[in-house]
């Protein structure tokens, strides 16, 4: 199975993407079957550097795009649909965001309550 992915490239934390092709069980340093593009994420995502007519070509091959090129691709109207959320949470983790939210009492408010004050407003 192909699939589209970022391969980083650059110095110690000035990173730089290729957007590659690869089989999908390859290290993502692992030579590509072809360069599809590039990206700057230090800069404007207007920069990217993407060959559309490749990646229109193999999209219609039946390669599969990550997450994170998705949202790109679909901001790029080369792909159609929405966007994706590529965050993924263990169950840990979300039990535990969970736990952490107050849980806000909500308190019971009888009619007679609300039409009070509008009745205090009037007068």
Do not use: C
């Not at 966007?83 to 408010?109: F, Q, Y």
């Amino acid at each position: 199975m192909l699939t589209i992915r970022l391969s980083r490239t650059g110095k110690r934390k000035q990173p730089y993407y290729r957007i590659v092709l690869q089989e999908k069980t390859r290290d993502p340093w692992s030579p590509a079957i072809e360069v599809l593009g590039q990206m700057n994420p230090r800069l404007d995502r207007s920069e990217t550097v993407l060959d559309e007519e490749r990646i229109k070509y193999w999209l219609s091959k039946g390669a599969e795009v990550s997450k994170g090129l998705h949202n790109l691709f679909v901001d790029k109207k080369l792909i159609k649909g929405e966007k994706v959320n590529n965050i993924s949470l263990t169950a840990a983790r979300r039990k535990a965001i969970e736990d952490a939210k107050p849980k806000a009492a909500v308190p019971k408010v009888e009619e007679s309550q609300v039409e009070a004050p509008a009745e205090q407003a009037a007068a």
